[in-house]
């Protein structure tokens, strides 16, 4: 199978001799979830922002579902990788939430019945589809998030990267996105970048940790979360879950789970018994 | 001594029907550790907006009650007088960041510039600044060619280094990484040891149980003022308010239905571990 996107030994320089990416080698399959994470400043980011062309790799090379990017505009990657901007205020910029998520669309030639079903699918898959007619700025935090991913959805791009969906988030918030998430992961391959170890831990189906530029460990939630002198150097620390079993004698060292907690500490408990 | 308090306040933005904030009272004493929480769209930011009296003074509306900060009333008090003891660090940095200084280092000193503050200790506070929060490495260069969580950090720093007597803070570790949030928090700690008042708008409620002294939730007015220990284990009023109880807290309900262990319901770390390992004995 071919990736959707392959990256090969890239590296990146915003200012001459300020290395943020450094030989990065990274792929992704359809159908996985792969989360980002690493302290600020890391490359995180700046390494998405090359899948669809915001960033030009300066050595080395981006392969979109087969075919190089060097050549190719923003626009045509765009329908393959939507990213999905950290702060929505950077990406909204319509008056009407409707004809914000109509934009993408309409401007790759999208027009009538065609182009509204794919607006009000995407309005209703972010649970906003009741406040179509609203001013974007009306909205709040939460909202105008998901008024940025609808419209990334209503695109239909094979991977969406959603850049801290949850930053700023009530619990409510939270909920939502997980579950928008879940809803996503049936449909389209999904990068997050986030500090949010608790979702992270329960949505990815693969952790890629970056340190400096670099990417230090690329595999399974349960695994990365047993390499703390690695979580420690990347500054990040696992879910309190995990530490708390971490912390306690005869306990797995890989929980994620309040109820694989609970049932780690029954095991226990009957053992001794 | 009580720092800061507000009587009878209300505020209504202009153009909007509804109270943001109705009839808050409120003291808060001189060096506690106040977290604010509440939904979003509960008026938490208008609140830490209008300590430092951006309302009434820059966002058009109608207030009504008393603001005393510091014994100054607010509604009579121009923004830079209270801005000499309340320092504001807002929730998006890009509303922090002046642009008035083209470096790191500029940017932290632009605050110290403006009161004058002598060369020799102004170059000293930088100094200190930087090495608090890690960004020695960066002096040079931009704030705006920083990470978003870089640029959090200066913000807050661009606050801290006016050594303010009342600190607000907005989210302000909404996009830090894990550690970073840690020392953040730790820093923040550290300041209200030295007697400062601060005031923290947060949902992070893991920090919360550890540092605050007390609680104000907010829904456009305050539903409740209480210890941590109070709020954070009455779940049903979190779960009213869109909030969620910690982990930790989870834990030890699951314990209680259990019957596991009959003690009052955990917020912090250590304190479920010890109940945990007395379980486990």
């Not at chain 2, 977290?35 to 907006?49: D, E, L, M, N």
């Not at chain 2, 661009?158 to 020392?183: C, K, R, Y």
């Amino acid at each position: 199978m071919t990736p959707i996107i392959s990256a090969k030994k890239i590296c990146f320089e915003y200012f001459k001799g300020i290395k943020v990416l450094k030989n990065i080698n990274f792929e992704i399959n359809k159908g996985e979830v792969v989360a980002i994470i690493g302290q600020n400043g890391s490359g995180k980011t700046t390494l998405v922002k090359h899948f669809n062309g915001l960033l030009s790799p300066t050595k080395g090379e981006i392969i979109v579902k087969g075919e190089p990017t060097l050549n190719k505009t923003v626009a045509q990657l765009s329908r393959i990788s939507g990213y999905v901007f950290q702060n929505p205020d950077d990406q909204i910029f319509n008056s009407v939430v409707e004809k914000e998520v109509a934009f993408g669309p309409s401007n790759i030639g999208l027009k009538g019945k065609e182009l509204k079903d794919r607006v009000n699918n995407a309005l209703n898959l972010v649970g906003l589809f009741e406040k179509r007619k609203m001013h974007p700025l009306d909205l709040d935090l939460n909202q105008k998030k998901l008024v940025a991913i609808a419209s990334m959805i209503a695109m239909k791009p094979d991977l969406l990267m959603l850049d801290e969906p949850t930053t700023g988030q009530d619990h409510a918030g939270l909920i939502r996105v997980e579950n928008l998430i879940n809803e996503l992961r049936k449909d389209y391959t999904v990068i997050i970048i986030s500090h949010d170890m608790n979702l992270v831990s329960r949505v990815a189906s693969r952790i890629v940790m970056m340190c400096e530029g670099e990417i230090l460990f690329d595999g399974e939630p349960k695994k990365a979360f047993t390499k703390n002198a690695l979580l420690k150097k990347t500054y990040l620390k696992p879910p309190v879950i995990t530490e708390l079993a971490q912390s306690l004698k005869g306990f797995k060292k890989d929980i994620l789970t309040v109820d694989e907690f609970m049932e780690d500490l029954m095991r226990i408990k009957k053992k001794k018994k | 001594m009580d720092i800061i308090t507000y009587k009878n306040f209300s505020w209504r933005y202009s153009g909007y029907k509804g109270w943001t904030l109705h009839n808050i009272n409120l003291s808060i004493k001189k060096g506690e550790f106040i977290g604010i929480i509440g939904k979003i769209g509960s008026g938490r930011t208008t609140f830490c907006s209008s300590m430092l009296g951006l309302i009434p003074h820059f966002y058009p509306g109608t207030m009504q009650g008393e603001i005393i900060i510091n014994g100054l009333n607010v509604k009579k008090s121009k923004i830079a007088d209270l801005s000499k003891c309340v320092g504001l660090a807002f929730q998006s940095p890009a509303n922090q960041l002046t642009g008035a200084g083209t470096t790191v280092e500029e940017e932290l000193a632009f605050g110290l510039q403006n009161l004058g503050v002598p060369y020799e200790e102004m170059h000293k506070r930088v100094d200190d600044m930087l090495n608090l929060i890690g960004l020695e490495k960066f002096r040079k260069r931009s704030p705006f060619e920083l990470s978003g969580g870089q640029q959090q950090k200066v913000a807050i720093a661009s606050v801290l280094i006016m050594n303010p007597n009342i600190l607000v803070l907005d989210e302000p570790t909404s996009q830090l990484d894990p550690l970073g949030t840690e020392q953040v928090f730790d820093l923040i700690k550290k300041l209200s040891k030295t007697g400062i008042t601060i005031m923290i708008s947060t949902n992070n409620v893991d920090y919360l149980s550890r540092f605050a002294d007390r609680i104000i939730l907010f829904d456009n007015k305050i539903v409740k003022i209480d210890t941590p220990k109070k709020i954070l284990t009455d779940i049903n009023l979190l779960k009213k308010h869109s909030l969620t109880h910690s982990n930790i807290t989870e834990v030890s309900l699951r314990l209680k239905k259990m019957n596991l262990s009959k003690k009052e319901l955990a917020i912090d770390f250590a304190e479920l571990k010890k109940e945990i390992e007395e379980i486990m004995k």
